[in-house]
């Protein structure tokens, strides 16, 4: 008998979701026990059996011991069902160390499917009665429910409240914190049918606060990222990071700090540099080319090497600053939108591509 309920995929790729304390009373991996735990939970929780759950593992791992190879095989994963007409949405199981990180870059990489992707994770082992991973998975649920294409993280709180993420936009944790927060996240309302996630409410979420325009379907779906500026902004090649592309490890993300060494960092078979400015968009260039603490001897070394060196987050001539004209005017390539994470994984993207 053919079923006739609607299928969710399930991608389980680690983290604490899917982690269990052992017999050393240490969290490590148990995703299959996990996951079923997890959706049994869930099911009482909801009384919702209404779906066929496909599962898939293409990676095991927690999200701290991420590495670009285990993004491969995640996207390859994916790849199978981005242009699914059975599935009704796909739930990505996935630790929180590294959320920030990958969740931006299936966002980059399912842009424009209609298949909802959503990630869910758990700040405690789901055993412990402060586990947020259950209820994360009902808004994830409701979201596929729903209909609602993109890719999402729904993550509640310590305090209680449950936000809504777009995965683009989302955010480390603060140190000392297992709190995350975007720019773009809305404050769901639990005691209401749809959560408060109706789609007239979805305007809210994707709205860009940086330049004021609304994407994701209802305009420009970029952010001022890949928007076509005066000077030397950044512009986007407008080609598609398909399936047949593999990300490779070649681009350097570099936050500085009072006694950088700018030297240490080597530059082999790297192809684009990601300077994250202070907040000010400004970073010490005082010293010239030969100070090895000054952000002028990186740019040297980079364009020595023919390498372009990316500054976050500047606007072509809006900086208020003396230091980081120099950077400007010696060629580094400004970038303005969205977050630091989000920048670098397009860069990653972009350099992967196969010319």
């Known amino acids: 008998m053919i079923s006739t309920k609607k299928k969710v ?38 009384g919702d059996y209404d779906k066929e759950i496909l599962t898939a593992s293409p990676i095991n791992t927690l999200s701290e011991n991420m590495t670009i190879d285990k993004w491969n095989l995640l996207l390859s994963e994916l790849a199978k069902y981005k242009a699914s007409e059975e599935l009704e949405g796909i739930i990505i199981l996935h630790g929180t160390d590294t959320l920030h990180l990958t969740a931006p870059l299936v966002a980059e990489y399912m842009k424009g499917t209609k298949v ?83 789609l007239h409410n979805l305007d809210k979420l994707y709205r860009n606060d940086i330049n004021d325009k609304i994407y994701g379907g209802k305009a420009d779906s970029d952010t001022a990222l890949f928007e076509e500026k005066k000077d030397t902004s950044y512009v986007f090649d407008n080609e598609e990071f398909s399936d047949d592309n593999i990300l490779t490890n070649s681009v350097i993300y570099i936050k500085p700090y009072v006694g950088i060494d700018y030297s240490i960092f080597r530059l082999d078979n790297v192809k684009a540099v990601l300077l994250n400015l202070y907040h000010s968009s400004t970073v010490r260039t005082e010293g010239g080319d030969m100070d090895k ?20 987050p500047c606007e072509s001539g809006a900086y208020r600053y003396a230091s980081t004209k120099p950077l400007l005017d010696g060629g580094a390539i400004p970038l303005y939108g969205g977050t630091w994470e989000r920048n670098y994984i397009r860069l990653l993207m972009k350099y992967s591509l196969k010319k």
Request: aromatic share 8%.
């Open 116 to 198: 909802p992707a959503i990630f869910i994770s758990s700040q405690r082992i789901l055993e412990d009665p402060e586990a947020n991973g259950v209820m994360n998975l009902m808004v994830g649920m409701k979201l596929i429910e729903l209909g609602i294409p993109g890719v999402y993280v729904p993550f509640r709180n310590m305090d209680g409240r449950m936000f809504l993420h777009l995965a683009e936009d989302l955010e480390e944790c603060p140190d000392y914190s297992e709190d995350f927060h975007s720019r773009t996240e809305m404050l769901l309302d639990m005691t209401k049918p749809d959560y408060g996630i109706g």
């Open 9 to 46: 995929l399930v991608i389980m790729t680690g983290g604490t979701i899917c982690s269990a304390r052992g017999n050393n009373r240490l969290n490590d991996l148990d995703t299959d026990n996990a996951v079923l735990t997890l959706l049994s939970m869930y099911q009482e929780q909801t």
């Open 293 to 312: 603490t000054s952000a002028m001897y990186l740019l040297k070394e980079c364009k020595q090497r023919d390498i372009p060196l990316y500054i976050f």
